[in-house]
């Protein structure tokens, strides 16, 4: 069974701090993917990467940044948190076959003060 | 600009009927949609992808629809049971390997 795991369930931060986001996938997939989900806005795109090192951004990248030196391993970084950036983020693996579902990690809910 | 809606009501239907769920799209040409369901705290599960040549899908008590004239796709659930409560997501693919997903629908069956 795939199994994409994120590396806390709840986050507490303050304004200002470096937040990294982890995340780690087991099905060798080739494409990674950050969402974050707020309610009534669904989930919206953040970074994604499509093989080791190489990363693309998605429809709201401002305020965060990504790395991916491992093919198993997807990191988000919030460069400088902000209030605003309190979330639900979710990380997402995807094989490179073309029309292939998304499997998705249980999400790290975190909380800038 | 690009578009995905989903009722954003909650949907309540009684046991044992079926719930429809609707998804529309505009200004996409997407080549296939798929259907996941979230339960709360929790990530989206992927449920069903159907392709722009293929008019229904079914599993077991799922079917999805596709209709690219009407820019729509339906999922039901039949002879709903309350375990299937949840929220209900369609995505279309917005190029490449990237998927735009709705809002999402949540549905109560209830006893």
């Known amino acids: 069974d795939v199994k994409v795991t994120q590396s806390s369930r709840y986050l507490v931060k303050r304004t200002g701090e470096k937040v990294f986001l982890e995340c780690v996938q087991d099905?060798?997939?080739?494409?990674m993917f950050w969402y974050r989900q707020d309610p009534g806005l669904g989930l919206r795109l953040i970074y994604f990467?499509?093989?080791?090192?190489?990363?693309e951004k998605g429809d709201i990248p401002e305020g965060y940044s990504v790395s991916r030196e491992k093919k198993e391993r997807f990191s988000l970084i919030l460069e400088s948190a902000s209030t605003n950036q309190t979330s639900m983020y979710l990380c997402a693996g995807m094989r490179d076959r073309g029309s292939q579902p998304q499997h998705f990690g249980d999400g790290t809910r975190l909380s800038i003060l | 600009s690009q578009k995905i809606e989903q009722n954003s009501e909650a949907l309540n239907i009684q046991e044992g009927k079926t719930a429809t769920l609707t998804c529309n799209y505009t200004?996409?040409?997407?080549?296939?949609l798929q259907w996941y369901r979230q339960d709360p705290g929790r990530g989206p599960v992927f449920l069903l992808l159907?392709?722009?040549?293929?008019k229904e899908k079914r599993k077991e008590r799922l079917k999805v629809t596709f209709d690219t004239t009407l820019k729509q796709s339906l999922f039901h659930i039949t002879a709903s049971q309350p375990a299937d409560s949840a929220t209900y997501l369609c995505a279309v693919t917005g190029g490449g390997n990237k998927l735009t997903f709705g809002t999402g629908t949540q549905l109560k069956v209830e006893l």
């Open positions: 200004n996409y040409s997407p080549a296939y």
């Open positions: 159907i392709r722009e040549n293929e």
């Open positions: 990467s499509y093989d080791v090192k190489m990363k």
């Open positions: 099905m060798d997939h080739e494409n």
